[in-house]
């Protein structure tokens, strides 16, 4: 269902939407420049169709994050997919299984929690980062001992345990953009991993290649791109 | 938590940049001024964008299969323009797809029984303190067994003596506070929950005669009765982590309806029509030897009529999963032990059914009247101000009248009459008669003193009232919870409420049924409801949801 209305007033009373307008979602369907802040006559422009309001950004559930891990880290070897543990009453234990933090991070046990509020609260970040670290350290493990590029997780278009070229760090970022966030892009885009080529030179600099690997990774599994969708 | 995660080192100077990094890889605002400034954007030019088919490709994992996609399959979209209908039908035929839709269903209709009591500490055989024997739990059986004080189990040593009926010969013993009691020993029991193994029973407790000294041992009759134990195998009683087992068994119970309906083929509407049932040998063993061991103060599960056929000889450890008909009112996932005791009540369990399948929620009426509506009748639908909710609600309740509340049971009018004169006037009988019929009275009849129909079944204490809307109470019984599906489904509330429902899941939020709004989406729940009504397929509905521009675009 497609609405037509006119959305003329709305866009000259607001430099906010003004600014929204001219960026427009549908590109040149909305152009607009008034001339003075006063209101436009609207049967100066013709309807315009507007799209029906889009589906709301959705914060992963603990279920959708227990099951992505293993996905996105891969595997510390045959059968032993990568999953963020954490150690109670002496037990390494799965942090999002039963047992572990997934009821504090909102996962409905339809007693006392009936519904998720998927939102991203300080509780769930403190937890992320946590969740970060520890899954990117098993990732640098399993690829420290990865027999081939191709069976590495982290970096498989770079060295893990050696200094890399600008060129394969930037290839590396590029597919862990894809791999992490599903964001494709051009193989000769350097500007779009520009930000975390920022953080794997930074911790190059002063560390082995392993760390600022891990740097990057945590940075991408502790970003809001990971975590929304 | 006792532990922390594994962590690298990682320069205290970076966690900025990282931190810095991470917020600015997101697409969406980071800031609750962003999200403010973009919330704005939204309202006035709806300043959204269409998703590439990678991004399309993450959300559409996401919502089917509860995973993120993999490397791979984002590299086999570049050959694409967008996501091939094949995949989002192969995604919609797997393993992951029917677990986020029974975890969609679940996400409704809350099937976690935990903390339900099947049975009380008169049940319940656990091992003593000496880590050996087993003994039942309770005083009142421990009394009915050896006398003494009901604090008394067996003596550490074997029972070899017994009577011909098979109770054990016991010893006298004395109680350390002075005083006897009669002390038996132990026997070897293979238990049901450990075929192949033997453990040490208190003789008593082990006792398998089908009759005891004044009941039936398959009774709630037999707590008080000497003779009456655990039966063969201990199947009577519930052993350690036996009640969470059949918990778990009851979820799962419900699962597998959904699934016949989500992806094993069946019409959508039958999950609250279908007279199939899923069982395994587990859930018959239970209701076969444990459930009539009825306890009045706990939930009520026995056998009634409509139930489905129970295996001649079930197994506790025959996890394997067949289907069954039920008949008589059953229907649906409303009338499966994981819904009536998750929902105890009538009320509760129609109040249930009408937020999940008619998306209406009870809201209380500003300025209630208190004319023509009286403050103290136990008619809720005349009393002032539960009024305007109760109204409808009772006809809704009354659905479910012929099913037990707090338990399963349909009732068997024979054993338990819409009237029974006993409960009307059970201060006349004699004292043990009374003792017998009085747990009974109270739970299930009308028994307060100056109250209308005393004597009745509670559902059933308005029904007789000549009016609208107290004869459509009667109606409603008889039409049982198969009724409530059937009308709800006639009028379309259903096929509309489950698009609502999905669209929920699937959008992140809520249809916009704002007439007044020029972007309203009724014409849009209008025509895929009606779809839906057609062609009753669950998957089709997921499908056409998920091409609508709606679920293509973000903002």
Same mark, same amino acid.
């Given at each position: 269902m497609r609405a037509a209305v006119t959305i003329l007033a709305a866009c000259v009373l607001s430099p906010l939407a003004l600014a929204a307008c001219e960026q427009g979602d549908d590109g040149a369907a909305v152009q607009l420049t008034p001339t003075s802040t006063a209101q436009a006559d609207p049967l100066d422009h013709p309807s315009l169709e507007v799209p029906p309001r889009s589906a709301s950004v959705k914060r992963l559930t603990v279920s959708q994050l227990r099951n992505s891990i293993p996905v996105v880290a891969g595997a510390a070897g045959p059968g032993a997919p990568i999953a963020w543990r954490i150690t109670r009453d002496g037990a390494v234990i799965d942090a999002l299984g039963d047992r572990g933090v997934g009821r504090t991070l909102g996962e409905p046990d339809y007693v006392e929690v009936l519904q998720e509020t998927a939102e991203p609260t300080p509780l769930y970040v403190k937890f992320m980062d946590d969740m970060g670290r520890d899954v990117c350290a098993q990732m640098v493990a399993a690829d420290t001992a990865a027999p081939s590029a191709e069976a590495r997780s982290l970096t498989r278009f770079a060295n893990i345990d050696a200094s890399s070229s600008d060129d394969e760090v930037n290839a590396n970022l590029r597919y862990l953009k894809l791999r992490f966030l599903g964001e494709r892009l051009a193989d000769e885009d350097d500007g779009g991993v520009a930000d975390l080529?920022?953080?794997?030179?930074?911790?190059?600099?002063?560390?082995?290649?392993?760390?600022?690997?891990?740097?990057?990774?945590?940075?991408?599994?502790?970003?809001?791109?990971?975590h929304l969708y | 938590m006792n532990g922390s995660p594994t962590s690298r080192r990682l320069p205290a100077t970076l966690v900025g940049l990282v931190g810095l990094v991470a917020a600015s890889l997101a697409t969406t605002p980071a800031s609750a001024q962003e999200g403010e400034a973009?919330?704005?954007?939204?309202?006035?030019?709806?300043?959204?964008?269409?998703?590439?088919?990678?991004?399309?490709?993450?959300?559409? /994992?996401?919502?089917?299969?509860?995973?993120?996609? =993999?490397?791979?399959?984002?590299?086999?979209?570049?050959?694409?323009? =967008? *996501?091939?209908?094949?995949?989002?039908? $192969?995604?919609?035929?797997?393993?992951?797809? &029917? &677990?986020? =839709? &029974?975890?969609?269903?679940?996400?409704?209709?809350?099937?976690?029984l935990s903390g339900v009591a099947l049975t009380e500490v008169n049940g319940r055989i656990v091992q003593q303190a000496n880590g050996e024997t087993y003994a039942l739990l309770g005083q009142q059986k421990k009394q009915a067994f050896r006398q003494g004080n009901g604090t008394q189990v067996c003596g550490d040593y074997e029972q070899v003596e017994f009577n011909p009926d098979g109770s054990p010969i016991p010893k006298l013993a004395s109680m350390p506070g002075g005083g006897t009691y009669n002390q038996d020993g132990w026997v070897w029991?293979?238990?049901?929950?450990?075929?192949?193994?033997?453990?040490? *029973?208190?003789?008593?407790?082990?006792?398998?005669?089908?009759?005891?000294?004044?009941?039936d041992c398959d009774t709630p009759q037999m707590v008080g009765d000497p003779k009456c134990g655990c039966g063969p195998s201990l199947r009577r009683c519930y052993g350690q982590n036996i009640e969470t087992d059949v918990w778990s068994t009851l979820r799962e119970q419900l699962g597998r309806l959904v699934d016949d309906s989500t992806v094993?083929?069946?019409?959508? /509407?039958?999950? *609250?029509? =279908?007279?199939?049932?899923? +069982?395994?040998? &587990?859930?018959?063993?239970?209701?076969?030897?444990?459930?009539? +061991? +009825?306890?009045?103060?706990?939930?009520?599960?026995?056998?009634?009529?409509?139930?489905?056929?129970?295996?001649? $000889?079930?197994?506790?450890? $025959?996890?394997s999963w067949r289907v069954v008909e039920r008949s008589g009112l059953h229907a649906g996932l409303q009338t499966l032990p994981a819904f009536l005791l998750r929902f105890q009540t009538n009320r509760a369990r129609a109040n249930r059914f009408r937020t999940v399948f008619t998306s209406q929620y009870f809201v209380p009426a500003d300025g209630a009247t208190s004319e023509g509506c009286s403050d103290d009748t136990t008619d809720l639908t005349n009393r002032c101000v539960c009024a305007t909710c109760h109204q409808v609600l009772e006809p809704l309740a009354a659905h479910f009248a012929e099913f037990i509340e707090a338990g399963i049971t349909p009732y068997d009018h024979e054993a338990l009459p819409v009237t029974q004169e006993i409960c009307n006037d059970i201060q006349s009988l004699p004292p043990q008669q009374r003792a017998g019929w009085g747990p009974t009275c109270n739970r299930l009849y009308v028994m307060e003193e100056g109250e209308p129909n005393r004597g009745t079944l509670l559902p059933w204490q308005y029904a007789d009232i000549d009016d609208a809307l107290h004869l459509s109470i009667a109606a409603n019984i008889a039409s049982g919870p198969g009724g409530l599906a059937e009308s709800t489904i006639g009028s379309g509330l259903f096929h509309s409420s489950a698009v609502r429902n999905v669209f929920r899941a699937l959008m992140g939020r809520e249809m916009n049924l704002d007439p007044t709004d020029p972007l309203h989406e009724l014409d849009l729940l209008s025509s895929i409801a009606a779809e839906f009504q057609v062609h009753d397929d669950f998957r089709q509905l997921v499908k056409d949801l998920i091409a609508l521009p709606q679920y293509r675009r973000v903002r």
């Open positions: 080529k920022t953080v794997y030179d930074t911790v190059a600099a002063v560390e082995a290649p392993a760390e600022a690997w891990h740097a990057v990774c945590v940075a991408m599994l502790t970003s809001p791109a990971f | 973009a919330a704005g954007l939204e309202a006035q030019c709806y300043a959204a964008q269409e998703l590439d088919k990678y991004r399309l490709l993450r959300r559409l /994992s996401l919502d089917l299969r509860h995973q993120l996609p =993999s490397y791979d399959e984002y590299l086999a979209l570049d050959e694409e323009d =967008s *996501v091939p209908d094949a995949l989002i039908d $192969d995604w919609l035929g797997s393993e992951q797809f &029917r &677990r986020a =839709s &029974r975890r969609f269903h679940e996400d409704l209709l809350w099937p976690n029991v293979e238990p049901y929950w450990a075929p192949g193994t033997q453990i040490k *029973v208190c003789a008593f407790d082990a006792q398998t005669a089908p009759k005891g000294q004044f009941a094993g083929g069946r019409p959508y /509407s039958e999950i *609250v029509t =279908s007279k199939r049932m899923h +069982v395994n040998g &587990r859930y018959e063993f239970w209701r076969k030897y444990m459930a009539p +061991v +009825v306890v009045i103060s706990k939930t009520w599960n026995a056998p009634g009529p409509g139930d489905a056929t129970l295996a001649e $000889d079930p197994d506790w450890n $025959d996890e």
